[in-house]
């Protein structure tokens, strides 16, 4: 078993719609972060958290830290988010764990 | 330079070639990333540099890779011999410290071994 789970592994939505993307760890861990990589193979930093909830744009990211479960949403989807969702945990050392990425695709 | 800069961005080279991949990352980070990610796979770990320091080189597939970093900046991963096997991506992450900071990314090294 992965140390670092996520849920759905593929997701197709209509534009517009709500979406979550889940992960679960099973590590102690001091931060979680969540990436987007586009097609192209580029990987941006969409959030690091360590607890509550954090808002960027469309984007929300909260944690449990006593489940152990994160979820990243994305309120009225587009096109352009279509991308790989990962999820990555630290520990407080330098070794980041990875999910295996949620590949979402959304339709006009 | 504004982000982690990596060269060249596609590389086809034939098979018993090598292979030198580059990584410039942010200036001032000390802490420098290669993961390797195979088409539709995930990120796999390589080598983690803290300065000119390697404490961690564990995921290096193979003694024919190799990676070097100098002065706190450049590092270099360097394939032997390619074989097929070592298509993918490359790619180069830095961050400021150890821990507790943002990880940033460059957009990857495209080798593939034909």
């Known amino acids: 078993k992965n140390e670092v789970e996520q849920s759905p592994q593929n997701l197709t939505a209509q534009e517009g719609e709500f979406i979550t993307i889940n992960c679960s760890y099973s590590?102690?861990?001091?931060?979680l972060h969540w990436l987007q990589q586009h097609p192209g193979g580029g990987i941006v930093s969409l959030f690091m958290?360590?607890?509550g909830k954090k808002k960027h744009g469309r984007l929300i990211a909260t944690i449990n830290i006593q489940e152990k479960h994160s979820s990243l949403h994305i309120t009225a989807s587009h096109p352009r988010d279509s991308a790989v969702y990962i999820c990555?945990?630290?520990?407080?050392?330098?070794?980041?764990?990875f999910g295996t990425g949620t590949r979402l695709k959304v339709l006009a | 330079g504004a982000g982690v800069s990596q060269s060249p961005s596609n590389k086809v080279t034939e098979k018993g070639k090598d292979v030198e991949l580059r990584c410039d990352p942010i200036?001032?980070?000390?802490?420098l990333y290669w993961y390797r990610q195979s088409l539709g796979q995930g990120l796999e770990f390589l080598i983690y540099?803290?300065?000119?320091?390697?404490?961690?080189k564990s995921g290096l597939p193979s003694d024919r890779f190799s990676a070097e970093r100098t002065g706190g900046s450049v590092s270099t991963l360097t394939i032997q011999r390619t074989q097929q096997e070592d298509s993918a991506v490359y790619l180069c992450?830095?961050?400021?410290?150890?821990?507790?900071?943002?990880?940033?990314f460059g957009e990857g090294s495209w080798l593939t071994v034909v």
């Open positions: 590590v102690g861990i001091s931060a």
């Open positions: 540099f803290q300065g000119n320091s390697a404490p961690d």
């Open positions: 200036s001032g980070h000390t802490a």
């Open positions: 992450a830095s961050r400021p410290t150890i821990a507790g900071n943002t990880i940033y």
């Open positions: 990555a945990v630290t520990s407080g050392t330098y070794k980041y764990i």
């Open positions: 958290l360590s607890s």
